[in-house]
C-alpha cells in the first residue's frame, strides 16, 4: 500500500509540492515546524534513509540544500534552516528542512497542528519563487 507520501506526489491527496525531479520531491509539511518546513522525500517508498541508494541519498541533500538556501530568503528572519531525518511519523524517508529560531524549532511538540491553509499557500508561493529566482527548474506549482 502506498504511504501518505506517495499518495500526495501521485495527486490522490492534495500537496503543497514546491519540487519535482526524477529521485525526488519537495513539499511543505502540513503540520509545520516553522514557516516554511519543508519536506524533501525519495520517490522510492524506501523507510529508513540508511537503506537508500547512496546517490539518492546524496541527491536528497543537494535538494535540500537549495530548498535551505531558499529559505534563506523566504524566512529573512531565521537564524539558521536546519535539517533533520527523524522517519517516525512515516515509515517513508524524508528530510525536515526548517527556518530556525532556536533548537525548540525542532520539537515535535510544537508543530502548528492547525495552520491556516492561506499561510501555507503563501509560504509555498514565495518559496517556489525564491527557487525558481536561484535558477532551478524543477520547480512545481504557481
Do not use: K
Amino acid at each position: 500500500m502506498p504511504t501518505i507520501f506517495s499518495r500526495i506526489r501521485a495527486g490522490e491527496i492534495p500537496g503543497r509540492l514546491v519540487w519535482s525531479d526524477d529521485l525526488c520531491f519537495a513539499m511543505l509539511d502540513i503540520r509545520p515546524l516553522h514557516r516554511g518546513h519543508t519536506l524533501v522525500i525519495p520517490n522510492a517508498e524506501v523507510d529508513q534513509w540508511t537503506d537508500l541508494e547512496p546517490a539518492v541519498a546524496s541527491h536528497l541533500m543537494q535538494v535540500a540544500h537549495s530548498i535551505g538556501r531558499a529559505l534563506t530568503v523566504v524566512e529573512p528572519g531565521a537564524a539558521r534552516v536546519g535539517l533533520m531525518i527523524a522517519g517516525f511519523e512515516v515509515p517513508h524517508t524524508h528530510l525536515h528542512v526548517v527556518p530556525l529560531e532556536s533548537m525548540a524549532n525542532l520539537d515535535f511538540r510544537n508543530a502548528e497542528t492547525s495552520p491556516r491553509a492561506d499561510d501555507l499557500d503563501a509560504a509555498a508561493s514565495e518559496l517556489r519563487a525564491a527557487l525558481r529566482s536561484a535558477g532551478h527548474d524543477r520547480v512545481v506549482g504557481d
